[in-house]
């Protein structure tokens, strides 16, 4: 089973943008789907995007469409969610989050809290208005 530790919050203004990063230890990350999800205060994890095993396949939540993108190195155990044009209310905890998954199934793209059961600790970000 995979650790996972993110990095790359801090504060930003509006319209800023910051590169988060997630490193997994391991040597099976290539069977890994990978997830980012964030969470604000008094509210529920929510999904932010995700990541088949192969990097071939990825899916976005409509309020980052178009602004955040996220991306995988397979060969560095590592996955990144860049984040562009951020507004205040992208404000709250990212979390990376990993689970494993056969080969015939390489392409899936898991989007609820539910589907992973690993997770990392978190990185603030905080975008001021």
């Known amino acids: 089973q995979v650790q996972l530790a993110e990095s790359g919050g801090g504060l930003v203004q509006t319209g800023g943008s910051l590169r988060l990063s997630c490193a997994a230890s391991g040597r099976t990350f290539s069977a890994y789907a990978m997830g980012w999800f964030r969470q604000a205060p008094g509210k529920e994890r929510d999904f932010v995007a995700a990541?088949?095993?192969?990097?071939?396949?990825?899916n976005y939540a409509d309020s980052v469409k178009g602004r955040f993108t996220i991306s995988r190195d397979n060969a560095k155990n590592m996955v990144y969610l860049e984040t562009n044009s951020l507004k205040p209310e992208d404000t709250a905890v990212y979390y990376c989050a990993a689970r494993e998954f056969p080969a015939y199934r390489r392409n899936y793209v898991a989007t609820l809290v539910d589907e992973y059961p690993t997770w990392g600790q978190g990185t603030q970000v905080t975008v001021s208005a």
């Open positions: 990541i088949s095993r192969n990097g071939g396949d990825t």
